[in-house]
């Protein structure tokens, strides 16, 4: 039976390193798809799990009123993307949009991370999924990749940029991958 991943990014952590690096001078590749302080993509995204993906599940905020965020609902659910390459044609995997509305840019939302942590934890006890992508460089996940990896068998992969990324995430998964590549030229 071929392995089966759901994928959790943490949009808000992944677009504020983007733009970061970005302000530091890197240049986007072209193909990534990125609309300001709501959400950062690129094609490459399903091909890091080497599994049938069963779930996108991409978690942003956003500022604005109902119609903004509408459309930028509309944008990440249109969004699909490569899974099990090995398979010929290739799996396509369509983002499911999670999207939390934000009265100001300046406010960090505390809402991603939880619900981000309660998915993930329904997403270790579904028997039919191997493989958790957790896309986020965010220290306050220390504690969930540690019980990720204590309470189940599931291999667990983290991908995140460099800049910003808690030093010990590398270290308490079964795998790391560094987008920087993915989104950035070299």
């Not at 390193?17 to 995204?45: N, P, Y």
């Not at 509309?74 to 939390?100: C, D, E, F, Q, W």
């Not at 942590?117 to 006890?125: E, F, N, P, R, Y």
């Not at 992508?133 to 940029?161: I, P, Q, W």
Request: proline share 2%.
């Amino acid at each position: 039976m071929e392995a089966r991943a759901v994928m959790f990014i943490d949009g808000e952590n992944l677009v504020a390193r983007f733009q970061d690096m970005v302000s530091s001078g890197r240049k986007q590749k072209t193909g990534v798809e990125h609309e300001k302080d709501c959400f950062v993509w690129s094609d490459g995204i399903g091909g890091l799990a080497y599994a049938s993906m069963l779930r996108i599940n991409y978690y942003a905020t956003v500022v604005g009123d109902d119609l903004r965020i509408d459309s930028i609902r509309k944008k990440l659910g249109s969004m699909v993307t490569h899974t099990a390459l090995s398979r010929n044609p290739p799996v396509l995997a369509k983002v499911i949009p999670r999207l939390y509305k934000k009265e100001s840019k300046s406010q960090r939302s505390r809402i991603l991370d939880v619900e981000i942590a309660i998915d993930m934890m329904k997403a270790v006890h579904q028997t039919d999924v191997d493989t958790i992508l957790l896309f986020s460089g965010d220290g306050d996940f220390l504690s969930l990749v540690h019980e990720v990896t204590r309470r189940s068998s599931k291999h667990l992969l983290l991908a995140a940029f460099s800049s910003g990324l808690n030093k010990e995430l590398p270290d308490a998964v079964d795998a790391y991958r560094c987008l920087d590549g993915m989104f950035f030229e070299q």
